[in-house]
């Protein structure tokens, strides 16, 4: 599987512009993925490009970043690196058979839209963005996906994203309320949003250092099979 363009298909920034086939990618600053460069080419002129890519995120008000995954353009890594930026964000990529993940677990409500509750417990879980929550629901409702939640009493306890991709499922959003944490709810709400898809695979990804993240998806069956991080330009002296 292609998960760079997997990725970037399922988390659609609402802003691209291609430059020498590098993906230029702007949404308000809502995550790094809908706000990096994909680069899985080589450009004739590797520094004109990277050049390109600070000015059209500098325009924004926002540093250059970079999507550097296992299909990443070559050299561009060292390249960067040479130019000051950062690391940020190791992460890993899991992928499961659906029919190894466990069946059932309790009731689960999957729509076709996230509902106000649905975008509230995940922007309380994982709102690291400002204001930046109108920028986050036009960025999940960019492409057809699900969106799976363990409500009680009308408040969405637990939730997640699914977005079929033919026959292989991408799992985003998941987030669970602190109070509501160590009951099984993520996994409840992971096992019925594949159990709705009925497709052949699923992935996700979460950050190199969740470990306790890494040990759920493994109990159902997923297994890291790649990894990517970002490339940040450090901020200039005057923006200090």
Same mark, same amino acid.
């Given at each position: ?82 130019? +000051?930026?950062?690391?940020? @964000?190791?992460?890993?990529?899991? *992928? ?5 993940? =466990? $069946?059932?677990? %309790? ?40 969106? +799976?939640?363990?409500?009680? @009493?009308?408040?969405?306890?637990? *939730? ?5 991709? =033919? $026959?292989?499922? %991408? ?70």
């Amino acid at each position: 599987m292609d998960f760079d363009l997997l990725f970037h298909e399922a988390w659609p920034a609402y802003e691209q512009r291609v430059h020498e086939g590098w993906v230029l990618r702007h949404a308000g600053g809502v995550t790094k993925r809908a706000n990096s460069v994909l680069a899985l080419h080589r450009p004739a002129d590797l520094g004109g490009a990277i050049e390109t890519a600070e000015a059209f995120y500098g325009e924004r008000g926002q540093r250059c970043v970079f999507s550097m995954g296992a299909k990443a353009a070559p050299g561009l890594d060292e390249e960067l690196e040479r130019r +000051g930026y950062e690391v940020v @964000d190791p992460t890993v990529v899991m *992928v499961a058979s659906c029919g190894q993940i =466990g $069946d059932g677990a %309790g009731p689960v409500r999957v729509e076709e839209r996230p509902w106000p509750g649905w975008m509230e417990t995940w922007w309380a879980v994982d709102g690291r963005y400002g204001s930046g929550y109108g920028e986050a629901e036009r960025i999940c409702t960019g492409v057809p996906a699900w969106y +799976g939640a363990v409500e009680e @009493d009308g408040v969405a306890l637990a *939730v997640g994203r699914a977005v079929p991709q =033919g $026959d292989t499922l %991408g799992i985003f959003c998941m987030a669970t309320r602190p109070e509501a944490r160590r009951r099984g709810l993520a996994r409840t709400v992971l096992r019925a949003l594949v159990r709705h898809a009925g497709v052949g695979s699923a992935y996700l990804c979460t950050t190199a250092a969740n470990q306790a993240a890494q040990a759920l998806y493994r109990s159902e069956g997923f297994e890291v099979v790649s990894r990517y991080h970002y490339r940040v330009r450090r901020p200039a002296l005057d923006d200090v």
